[in-house]
């Protein structure tokens, strides 16, 4: 059974920048990653995803040109750069992942981390 860490999450000022990791107990090449966000009364939303097989990758249209997602095949870990922080990002973070899945963040996730809180506010 597939374990996801994420890591990273922390308070930062409007304008900032953090990095999430996601980390595996199994080789995360064989899996779709995914980043989402629920922010506080809101569903879970996709933010970021990237495919098993070809690395291509698919944004919330309200991050892109901010986020970037990308895999460190070395460590095993799929990480999640964001830049230009707004407010509107605040929220509890969780990595996910699907055996052999696409890019699309909408496919039916079957794995998840604990979630990692990230805040932005100055």
């Known amino acids: 059974q597939l374990q996801l860490v994420e890591s990273g999450g922390g308070l930062v000022q409007p304008g900032g920048s953090l990095r999430l990791s996601c980390a595996g107990s199994l080789n995360l090449d064989y899996y779709a990653i995914g980043w989402f966000r629920q922010a506080p009364g809101k569903e879970r939303e996709g933010v970021a995803c990237?495919?098993?097989?070809?690395?291509?990758?698919d944004y919330a249209d309200s991050v892109k040109g901010r986020f970037t997602i990308s895999r460190d095949s070395a460590k095993n870990m799929v990480n999640l750069q964001m830049n230009s922080l707004k407010p509107e990002d605040t929220g509890v973070y969780y990595c996910?992942?699907?055996?052999?899945?696409?890019?699309?963040?909408?496919?039916?996730?079957?794995?998840w981390g604990q979630g990692i809180q990230v805040t932005v506010s100055s």
């Open positions: 996910g992942a699907r055996l052999w899945g696409g890019r699309s963040c909408r496919e039916k996730y079957e794995h």
């Open positions: 990237t495919s098993s097989s070809d690395t291509t990758t």
